[in-house]
């Protein structure tokens, strides 16, 4: 059974502050990690896609993967109050196409 | 920028009849996906579409479920006898690729609200 596993939160910062959100994952050969941001009553939306360890950086947003210790996170730089919604960690393994999405972490931007 | 594409974005039903959900996927893809998300709940998979067949399906997937594409564009979701469990966000998907090491981003539609009374 493949698990995505995040803190629900909710996760509170104030405007302008770094937003951490962390993701750890069991299925070992996962290999594609993507983090999506969700809207009440909304779609999920693809905010990043990180495949090999290291950064990877797209203007405030930055996804990190580190796969020997099966944890993937997403930081946000100089949080806004419209960057309040639930981020959803999703794995794809090796060999599937499909998606394991994990409960998402609510994150809340104070002004 | 090309989106997916779903109806009706809310559909309430009586308890044991048929539903049917329909998407139109991003043009140039060739993979399909259906997701559904229980209120408060996660992102689940329920089956995935290539070349005209199921490629992978969850155990929510049963019998009560099929999928088609009867057509170039479209692609839908059939729900027979609905439960009251059945109610959720149904959320269609589609990516250019889905196998091999590294997956192309799955984009969602903006869902169907199913309510079943």
């Known amino acids: 059974q493949k698990e995505v596993e995040q803190n629900s939160g909710p996760l509170s910062v104030p405007e302008g502050a770094i937003a951490s959100l962390n993701c750890t994952y069991s299925?070992?050969?996962?290999?594609?990690f993507f983090w999506y941001r969700q809207y009440s009553g909304k779609s999920p939306e693809l905010i990043m896609s990180i495949y090999s360890n290291g950064d990877k950086e797209d203007g405030r947003f930055t996804a990190q993967l580190n796969k020997a210790s099966q944890y993937v996170s997403l930081l946000i730089r100089d949080s806004q109050p419209s960057d309040s919604a639930t981020y959803l960690c999703a794995v794809k393994g090796s060999g599937y196409s499909t998606l394991t999405f994990g409960k998402g972490t609510m994150l809340l931007v104070s002004p | 920028e090309p989106e997916v594409t779903q109806t009706p974005s809310h559909q309430v039903t009586q308890m044991g009849q048929e539903v049917i959900l329909r998407c139109v996927p991003i043009?140039?893809?060739?993979?399909f996906y259906w997701y559904r998300q229980i209120l408060g709940q996660k992102v689940e998979f329920l089956v995935s579409f290539y070349n005209n067949e199921i490629s992978e399906k969850s155990e929510i997937f049963d019998d009560q479920f099929s999928v088609e594409r009867p057509d170039g564009s479209n692609f839908t979701l059939k729900i027979r006898s609905t439960k009251l469990e059945d109610s959720a966000m149904y959320f269609c998907?589609?990516?250019?690729?889905?196998?091999?090491?590294?997956?192309?981003?799955?984009?969602f539609g903006d869902g169907t609200r199913l309510s079943i009374l």
């Open positions: 043009s140039n893809h060739l993979y």
């Open positions: 299925d070992r050969v996962s290999q594609s």
């Open positions: 998907a589609s990516s250019e690729r889905g196998y091999g090491g590294v997956g192309q981003p799955q984009h």
